[in-house]
């Protein structure tokens, strides 16, 4: 996963030791969007609020 510092830009390298992520070269922020932490939506989630949004377009159809 490469990402690019949202504070300047800069390509993000890997970090390596304890503390999984990037960080920046630069300004040393540390990414951890790439990680999959709750800021990002995963896959699944994205799927039940399809199938949610689907149920209730369906349970409105019924009626026209
Ligand atoms: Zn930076
Ligand atoms: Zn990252």
């Given at each position: 996963?490469?990402?690019?510092?949202?504070?300047?830009?800069?390509?993000?390298?890997?970090?390596?030791?304890?503390?999984?992520?990037?960080?920046?070269?630069?300004?040393?922020?540390?990414?951890k969007?790439?990680?999959?932490?709750?800021?990002?939506?995963?896959?699944?989630?994205m799927?039940?609020?399809?199938?949610?949004?689907?149920?209730?377009?369906?349970?409105?159809?019924?009626?026209?």
């Amino acid at each position: 996963m490469r990402c690019g510092c949202p504070q300047c830009g800069t390509y993000m390298i890997q970090s390596e030791g304890s503390e999984l992520g990037c960080v920046c070269p630069d300004c040393l922020y540390r990414c951890k969007a790439c990680l999959g932490t709750n800021t990002v939506i995963s896959r699944e989630q994205m799927l039940s609020m399809k199938k949610m949004a689907n149920d209730i377009r369906d349970s409105s159809k019924k009626e026209g």
